[in-house]
């Protein structure tokens, strides 16, 4: 790609500074064939150039795989409207398209860049004009504060992605529960006229959120529904009754009851008509399905009645569509809480 930072590893495995041992020269070859290109660079070109790349063994940690997984839903929660799917975070963000997609989203700011990008020059253009705009979004003028930029992003650089996503997350939906406490042991590497120097640092990707005089305990931060699903059953119940009472009060005038909570908002159809009712607005008949026979039809009313509700600004990005068709009590409950706690004054 062009100007990326993937030398051929034959050109830059020279002298090794710090007394590394052959051991450690291999792994740096190891590293630098992980990010190898078909072309091949001058090294002088890079010299002074620093990197940082995830040691391996830190690729595999769980709770490195866990923050990756919640970006990625985050992600797909967010553009569920625009049927963008991001499975894999450094290989689906290189191009632009997606970070173009969060930023219209979450700041309703439209760019104006070409919506696909094809070549490697257009794709860091458009990086370019994302960038300069997120960061003056995130409020980081100053450049030392930024752990990522065009040339990272465009090489699918793991670690810049993630850093970026992070800080988007803080920014945009701080409320967003992110995996706290998460490290990786990084090899920060520097190309000199005399070879390339290597040092082993951490990299700390989100802090650990149980310290400090502002933070919050467990059970603070834990949803509301998740902590009221611990107490007796007989206080479960209780709420469960004043919410059940709450939705039929609204469906009243729609001839609509609901008798049992749990089973009843799985088709999504009765969740529909009471986010119209509430929100006042009528759902066109053509937009979901009315008599819905099979999970997919289901899954589709559920999906959409998730996508009205962020675009009402209830965000319910720990709601899985998948959990309410299968007669999840807990997101269920995540949901009509919401529309309660917004609407029970009204």
């Known amino acids: ?156 650089d793991l670690l810049a992605t993630i850093h970026l996503l992070v800080a988007m997350v803080r920014c945009f939906q701080p409320k967003l529960d992110l995996p706290s406490n998460v490290k990786v042991e990084v090899v920060a590497v520097e190309v000199s006229r005399s070879g390339i120097k290597s040092d082993v640092q951490t990299e700390v990707l989100t802090e650990d959120s149980d310290t400090g005089p502002d933070s919050l305990s467990n059970t603070e931060r834990e949803d509301p529904i998740e902590q009221l699903l611990k107490l007796e059953a007989h206080k479960v119940n209780t709420v469960k009754k004043a919410i059940l009472h709450f939705v039929n009060q609204n469906m009243l005038t729609m001839g609509l009851q609901v008798a049992d909570m749990d089973k009843q908002f799985a088709d999504g159809v009765i969740l529909l008509l009471l986010i119209g009712q509430l929100e006042g607005f009528f759902i066109p008949l053509y937009d979901f399905n009315l008599t819905p026979v099979n999970h997919s039809e289901m899954l589709h009313n559920v999906n959409l009645a998730l996508d009205i509700l962020n675009d009402t600004g209830l965000q319910m990005s720990s709601v899985d569509p998948q959990d309410i068709v299968s007669q999840d009590v807990t997101a269920t409950l995540k949901i009509l809480y919401a529309l309660f706690k917004k609407h029970k004054g009204k």
């Open 1 to 156: 790609m062009e100007n990326g930072w993937r030398p051929d590893d034959s050109k830059l495995i020279g002298p090794v500074t710090d007394g590394d041992s052959a051991e450690g020269g291999a792994m740096e070859a190891d590293i630098f064939e992980y990010h190898k290109e078909e072309d091949t660079v001058d090294t002088e070109s890079f010299q002074g150039e620093k990197r940082k790349v995830i040691q391996p063994a830190s690729l595999k940690d769980p709770k490195l795989e866990k923050l990756k997984q919640a970006l990625v839903d985050w992600i797909n929660s967010t553009l569920n409207r625009e049927h963008i799917v991001v499975q894999r975070l450094e290989e689906d963000l290189f191009d632009g398209l997606v970070l173009h997609h969060l930023l219209s989203r979450l700041a309703g700011v439209h760019l104006p860049v070409e919506e696909i990008a094809l070549t490697s020059t257009s794709q860091i253009h458009k990086l370019e004009v994302i960038l300069e705009e997120l960061d003056k979004r995130l409020g980081l003028q100053d450049s030392s504060q930024i752990k990522w930029n065009v040339k990272l992003i465009h090489n699918k």
